[in-house]
């Protein structure tokens, strides 16, 4: 009877598996646990685990290594899976797979976007990009950065910013999934912007200065870690206020123009 019993369970946690993972890729959670580049390959692989669940169930009875423990360890994985899964469907989120946010990975050639990689304001012209992509090039190279550009943040303000007169712009970027989201920004003087505006910062690069303590960043409810970027501030030459972002997070990461802005 239990050479019977294991592989029918064999067959259903295959099943079970292969459903939860294609399930997960095709719904707007899947952000909150890897970047949805991988979205292919999880709806792939979770296709294949269902289709190959008949053959374990009705393989040859028999005796395996470490049938009852493995779907134990298998029956364990399932349960925490369909936990996390259920404890993020309560959240509010914009999911990165609609027309708004890019698919794309990293440092990949992408097409041309749909908006103008330059734009002019105030008689001069301006390289859109986000301030992730700024952030990578001015630590790397700064050499290779826009000498005007245009980027859109989150004004953070904190009363050791305010006593320099600075602020800080920032977003929140994503690598593998919101789990491991860096708010990453520069400082900049933004004028009378409110704590929280987004604001579309045009404006170059300029040396730092004195170094920043990290104590004295504001933090951001969206991130566990704010990073401001040591080598240069924004000095700004226009900040205009605007609407959040259809998606807020920063997915792509582009090396040159025309940037993921």
């Known amino acids: 009877m239990r050479g019977r019993i294991l592989p029918l369970l064999d067959g259903l946690a295959l099943l079970l598996l292969g459903g939860l993972l294609a399930g997960l890729a095709l719904s707007e959670r899947y952000w909150y646990f890897l970047n949805p580049r991988f979205i292919p390959v999880s709806l792939v692989t979770g296709i294949c685990l269902a289709l190959l669940a008949p053959l374990a169930a009705t393989r040859a009875p028999g005796p395996r290594p470490g049938g009852v423990l493995r779907l134990l360890s298998l029956g364990l994985c399932l349960g925490l899976a369909t936990l996390a899964v ?12 609609s027309s708004q ?29 986000n301030l992730a992509e700024l952030f990578l090039l001015a630590d790397q190279r700064p050499t290779d950065a826009p000498a005007r550009f245009v980027v859109r943040g989150v004004v953070r303000r904190s009363p050791a910013l305010d006593g320099r007169g600075q602020a800080l712009v920032s977003r929140v970027a994503v690598v593998c999934c919101l789990a491991d989201a860096v708010a990453a920004g520069f400082l900049a003087d933004l004028g009378d912007a409110p704590d929280g505006r987004w604001v579309e910062l045009y404006g170059r690069l300029e040396p730092l200065g ?43 990461f582009r090396e040159k123009e025309p940037f993921a802005w």
């Open 86 to 97: 259920i404890g993020v469907g309560g959240e509010p989120s914009e999911s990165p797979t």
């Open 210 to 252: 004195p170094p920043l303590s990290a104590a004295s960043l504001p933090r951001n409810p969206e991130a566990a870690v704010t990073v401001c970027n040591e080598r240069f501030r924004i000095e700004a030459e226009g900040v205009v206020p605007v609407s959040p972002p259809g998606m807020p997070y920063i997915f792509e």
């Open 101 to 129: 946010a890019p698919r794309r990975s990293s440092l990949e050639p992408a097409p041309e976007p749909v908006e103008s990689s330059r734009v002019t304001f105030e008689g001069r012209e301006y390289v859109r990009m």
